[in-house]
């Protein structure tokens, strides 16, 4: 659901963000990590590539 309330179609994107969001405090970890790939993103659409970079600086696990 709260894939959908992002409104994020793309099935890479959305596959990406689902094994984030099976890290401890899933739904924190995924908010976070897409609000830092927008604000990096310079208005583009979100991509897998930028969800993994947001992700990487975010300094948490690998994924």
């Known amino acids: ?4 309330g992002w409104n994020i179609t793309d099935p890479e994107v959305r596959k990406v963000l ?3 969001g099976h ?4 739904l924190g970890q995924i908010d976070k990590t897409i609000k830092l790939a927008l604000m990096t993103g310079d208005g583009k659409p979100l991509t897998a590539d930028a969800i993994r970079a947001a992700w990487a600086n975010r ?3 690998g994924l």
């Open 18 to 20: 689902t094994g984030i």
């Open 1 to 4: 659901m709260l894939l959908d």
């Open 23 to 26: 890290k401890d405090g899933a």
């Open 59 to 61: 300094d948490v696990e």
